[in-house]
């Protein structure tokens, strides 16, 4: 899993216009558990090699831990964990401002805390959140969103 960058470096080749996606726990578990979208993810996965780079945020990450631990163990956690790390995916990690704008989307919507981070990094990268999670009907004005699923 790559770290998150801070700033940018500019080549003086024109490179394609990048996709950006930030995935949620819903996505990853949908992925791995072989639910209805993942061959959505997959897809997304596949196309890291050429015009997509995806996104986790760190509260998301632990979130996917903390279920995976819950209802199947600590050990299939950390084997999750380990997985998720291999894949294709930066692991955004947590500032002050992103912790203040997910705690004003969680004041304004009725979303988890867990969601509102993930929210909150799509619109601080300008990418879609590519989830089955009802609770992003409610964001959809605020961010575009990739659905697994109808809903």
Same mark, same amino acid.
């Given at each position: 899993?790559?770290?998150?960058?801070?700033?940018?470096?500019?080549?003086?080749?024109?490179?394609?216009?990048? #996709?950006?996606?930030?995935? $949620?726990? &819903?996505?990853?578990?949908?992925?791995?558990? $072989?639910?209805?979208?993942?061959?959505?993810?997959?897809?997304?996965?596949?196309?890291?090699?050429?015009?997509?780079?995806?996104?986790?945020?760190?509260?998301?990450?632990?979130?996917?831990? &903390?279920?995976?631990?819950?209802?199947?163990?600590?050990?299939?956690?950390?084997?999750?964990?380990?997985?998720?790390?291999?894949?294709?995916?930066?692991?955004?990690?947590?500032?002050?401002?992103?912790?203040? #704008?997910?705690?004003?989307?969680?004041?304004?919507?009725?979303?988890? &805390?867990? $969601?509102?981070?993930?929210?909150?990094?799509?619109?601080?990268?300008? #990418?879609? #959140?590519?989830?089955?999670?009802?609770?992003?009907?409610?964001?959809?004005?605020?961010?575009?969103?990739?659905?697994?699923?109808?809903?």
């Amino acid at each position: 899993m790559r770290k998150e960058q801070s700033g940018s470096s500019r080549s003086s080749r024109k490179v394609a216009e990048r #996709a950006f996606y930030v995935l $949620d726990s &819903y996505a990853l578990f949908a992925y791995f558990e $072989d639910e209805e979208g993942a061959n959505i993810v997959a897809d997304l996965i596949k196309r890291t090699a050429e015009n997509v780079s995806l996104f986790l945020s760190l509260i998301n990450f632990g979130e996917v831990a &903390y279920i995976t631990e819950r209802e199947r163990g600590p050990q299939q956690a950390v084997r999750l964990l380990e997985d998720i790390r291999l894949l294709p995916i930066t692991l955004s990690r947590i500032d002050e401002e992103r912790v203040i #704008a997910a705690a004003h989307i969680k004041a304004c919507y009725p979303v988890s &805390y867990a $969601d509102a981070f993930a929210i909150a990094l799509a619109e601080e990268l300008g #990418a879609t #959140a590519v989830t089955g999670d009802p609770e992003f009907k409610k964001v959809e004005s605020m961010i575009p969103v990739l659905w697994l699923r109808e809903v």
